[in-house]
């Protein structure tokens, strides 16, 4: 499924994130099935997450608002949280680049971890990944449960002892 170069990517990025492989591997598949290409515009994250008003960077005003409100590359990584986390190239269409998108995917993941890894495990991380929160419902399940399920099925068995 993946190229050399994509799973040398994850291994860097696991490392240098603390992030387990098998946890990147499972976002990715559920994310983008590993296309880089892949690119998604979710309008009603644009009319709750991005300012009317925001910095733009290359691209024109209204194409930054827009492109904020995509996700983008192997993680799906939303252009308004990449910019959160640091992002400052011109264009979000960089995000496409797998190296570029991976590394902003994994800052948000490693900022999940250090949120809700002691309480919640993987799971919650994974959960809190795809909806922004680990929420549970009435039941105990993750109200993304499906989500989790794609992610931990990347889980190694011996982890899970």
Not at 19 to 41: K, T
Not at 122 to 144: Q, S
């Amino acid at each position: 499924m993946f190229t050399p170069d994509i799973q040398h990517l994850i291994t860097e990025n696991a490392a240098r994130f603390n992030l387990p492989e098998w946890l990147i591997y499972g976002i990715i598949a559920a994310e983008s099935a590993g296309d880089p290409w892949a690119v998604r515009f979710e309008a009603a994250f644009r009319a709750h997450y991005v300012a009317d008003q925001c910095q733009t960077y290359g691209a024109s005003h209204e194409t930054e608002r827009t492109t904020r409100a995509c996700s983008w590359g192997l993680m799906q990584i939303m252009g308004q949280v990449a910019r959160e986390r640091g992002f400052k190239g011109e264009f979000l269409t960089e995000l496409c680049n797998p190296a570029t998108g991976m590394e902003y995917g994994c800052r948000h993941l490693a900022l999940f971890r250090d949120r809700h890894f002691a309480t919640l495990g993987w799971a919650g991380v994974a959960a809190a990944y795809n909806a922004g929160t680990p929420r549970k419902d009435a039941a105990g399940k993750f109200l993304n449960q499906a989500y989790v399920d794609k992610i931990m099925k990347f889980q190694p068995q011996e982890a899970t002892s």
